[in-house]
């Protein structure tokens, strides 16, 4: 896996993308792991940027096989743990790209939502020299990470499916919402 095959299935190459691929190749590292084929390794994401792509295609941690866990905590911040030991490394994005005046002028207009052709063509230069310079960086100088032992989240379980009493879509019992002895799914129970 390189990370031109990251590029293929996000779309795009972007800065998130790199550190997402240098944080696995970090974590692969510390952690001796193989592609995981089915649970056994287990990634823990605070945010879901591009980044989290190139973690997905990496590690075989993914949305589907309930080994990719989604905290929502805006972070830049990893955790791959291997089954059946709970051997853990927590990888925290430390880098901050080096960025001229001039830079960080078209930066805030692009922020600012100023989509001119002046600013796209800049930005589209800034991310590009990002992504160059964090596939080229020390590892030092893009994380620092801890290794740790922790209790590993149970694997992934099958629950029963129950309809929701309004729309009448099935939805899994756990995240059923009862209101008045009826059940109901999420988005109805908002309603
Ligand atoms: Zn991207
Ligand atoms: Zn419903």
Redesign the pocket.
């Known amino acids: 896996m390189n990370f031109d095959d990251i590029v293929t299935f ?1 779309g ?1 190459a ?1 800065p ?2 790199a550190m997402g691929y240098r944080a696995s190749i970090l974590a692969i590292r510390e952690l001796t792991l193989d592609h995981s084929r089915d649970e056994e390794v287990v990634a823990v994401v605070e945010n879901k940027s ?1 980044a989290v792509d190139a973690i997905q295609m990496m590690t075989g941690c993914t949305f589907g096989k309930g080994n990719l866990i989604f905290k929502d905590y805006g972070k830049q911040v990893y955790t791959f743990m291997k089954r059946p030991g709970g051997e853990a490394v927590r990888v925290a994005v430390t880098w901050s790209p080096p960025q001229g005046k001039k830079e960080a002028v078209m930066w805030k207009r692009y922020m600012a939502d100023d989509r001119s052709q002046n600013v796209l063509e800049a930005v589209k230069i800034l991310k590009a020299a990002k992504r160059k310079a964090i596939l080229a960086a020390k590892e030092g100088e893009l994380f620092t990470f801890k290794k740790m032992v922790i209790p590993l989240p149970a694997k992934a379980r099958i629950y029963p499916s129950i309809n929701c009493s309004a729309c009448n879509e099935k939805v899994m019992e756990p995240k059923a919402v009862i209101i008045n002895n009826s059940v109901y799914c999420k988005p109805c129970a908002a309603q």
């Open positions: 996000h795009h972007c998130g993308l591009c």
